[in-house]
């Protein structure tokens, strides 16, 4: 045996000590730590060179935490607002060490528990959501990838309508396959360049004035001029900007009337019916054929963990897609927890067991409440945005984003608020992301950490209007409108159904 894994073999206990210490002193530092790292001007080396000999595992921890510990950045703390990260809740965080330690191959083998530990998972999420009992579930590694799973399952429908079975035989030679939606996320495009259907195969369909959330009406026409030829629809139950939902009950009816393969990415909104008090915004999403949830962002499981959902019934066209046998590999069952045959990947880690152990660990009350104070926190920050001479809403605050632009329109908004941003995370108290809605530039705050409350508002809010003041950013002042804090507009009113 080489000599430092004979040396690492004797030290096992002291190198696991030694890493627990690195992860305390990171936990620990995430209340001053900059929510944001500030990483060289030059950037950091993307080459090294290989050692010779190695130096051992205490050595590399020791080299790895003197080498990159200040760059970096808080992302599972109270201030991370960018993009929709969540932070590793303390099960999730401690369910995630164990999934490297047990190293488990999440397949159907018959020599672990670690499917059924998943099919537990999936099924207590779809309780949480109040979700068909009559779905089944997958574990894959994020949005995107559940996205492809579902486009892969509707490509497949579609091909049978056509009388080809594409898993088999592939999309050439047959007529395009029109796929429709509204704003959807860029991984939809994404997963249909990876499917073959193309990006140019996205129908956009005009969005309703002020919204994020397509025409139902542009929509039935569509379908109908597409006659008989089968059709794919992608809604948001959640888009990233402004938390829009597409009206899914509509659908629901619209599909009974125009059959189409009906596609749900619910990424992050979806967790909102986690609050009893919120499921009103998913109503009809029991019609959909396949939906998309993260647990990484809203449920606050560490990177990578998303669920891929599907309707029971087309569970046998996942499998003639994701099938994979061998001569040391059995056929696929028909059952829903073998999932060597229902995702992209054969070779899976038990990614999810931090879901399981949250998903126990909180239950039902636990994760409401996180949904319900992460709302709370957006109001309130709404509210501030709303009230200051500086600053507009750009949006409703429909759930846990708050979408905020000068008051005043001006050419250069675009760099006033890079500049803002670029300010802010030099600052440290917070991260944010710019975005563009309407064509006009955007700050976003996305609210989604069990750690934030609105004291970490409180600070947001100083620091964003003291580096405002000092960028001497302009403003005028400015009655804030009560529908732009709370999104109760009559439009939002209406999709809340």
Known sequence: MDARLDEDAEQFAAILDRARALAGDYLDSLDHRPAAATLPDRGLAVTATLPVEGVGALA????????????LSASPGAHYFGFVTGGGSPAALAADWLVATFDQNAQLNGDSCAPFIEAQAIDMLRQLLAWPATWTGVCVTGATMANYVGIAMARQWAGKMLGRDIAADGLWGLQPIAVFAGA???????????????????????????????????????????????????????????????????????????????????????????????????????????VTVDAHKWLNVPYDCAVAFTAQKHLSLQIEIFRNQSAYLPAPQAVAHNYLHLTPENSRRLRALPLWMSLVAYGQAGFAEI????????????????????????????????????????????????????????DGTAFVTPSMLDGKPVLRVAICNWRTTDADIEMTCEALFRLADALAMPGGASEPVASEISGETPDTISAQH
């Open 371 to 426: 949904v319900e104070r992460n709302c709370a926190s957006a109001k309130l920050l709404g509210e501030r945005i709303a009230a200051h001479p500086r600053f507009r809403l750009a949006a409703p605050v429909r759930l846990n984003v708050v979408c905020l632009a000068l008051r005043e329109d001006r050419i250069d908004a675009a760099s006033q608020l890079a500049q803002l941003c670029k300010a802010l995370h030099a």
């Open 184 to 290: 959807a996320h860029s991984s939809t495009s994404k997963a249909l360049s990876m499917a073959g259907f193309g990006r140019n195969a996205l129908h956009s369909l005009p969005l309703l004035d002020g919204r994020e959330t397509f025409d139902i009406a542009a929509l039935e026409a569509a379908l109908i001029a597409h006659g008989d030829a089968p059709k794919i629809v992608v809604a948001s139950a959640g888009t990233v900007n402004t938390v829009d939902f597409d009206d899914l009950a509509a659908l629901a009816a619209l599909k009974q009337r125009h059959p189409f393969w009906l596609h749900v990415d619910a990424a992050f909104g979806g967790i909102a019916a986690a609050s009893p008090a919120r499921r009103a915004l998913l109503a009809g999403i029991e019609a959909a054929d396949s």
């Open 60 to 71: 590399a921890l020791d080299r790895f935490s003197s080498d990159y510990d200040r760059y």
